[in-house]
Each structure stands twice: as C-alpha cells, then as structure tokens.
C-alpha cells in the first residue's frame, strides 16, 4: 500500500479533492497498483510556517 505526502500550504476543499484524485491516478497507472490501494495524507502548513528562499510565505506580498 503505497503512502503520499503532499506538504503544502494551506488548500481549499476543491483543491484537496482534485489534488488526491490526480495524485491516486497517477500513482495507479505508474505503479500499477489498483487506486484502492493508493493512500494519500495531506499536511497543511500555516504561510508563517513555511520559508521559500530565506523568506515567510507569511511576509511576501505577492
């Protein structure tokens, strides 16, 4: 049973819904795998929690 992590900012529901379900096909077809078996955990982080590029997501602005 193969686990993705998806580490990201914070998504909406849609988001998540179509991110899980591109993500479970895609590993499906690649491994060969039926999508049953394809687990996928989202883990959110807040912007003030995440640096890109030795700045917050939190303090750019735009």
């Known amino acids: 049973m193969p686990v ?3 580490v ?3 998504l909406e ?3 998540k819904r179509e991110l ?3 993500i479970t096909d895609v590993c499906s077809r690649v491994m060969n795998l ?3 078996t394809i687990v996928v955990i989202l883990d959110e ?3 003030e929690n995440i640096g890109v590029a ?3 997501l939190s ?3 735009a």
């Open 4 to 6: 993705v992590t998806v």
């Open 59 to 61: 303090d750019r602005t």
């Open 54 to 56: 030795g700045t917050l």
């Open 20 to 22: 899980v379900a591109q």
């Open 34 to 36: 039926p999508p049953q």
């Open 13 to 15: 529901k849609d988001q």
């Open 8 to 10: 990201s900012n914070v």
């Open 45 to 47: 982080k807040q912007p």
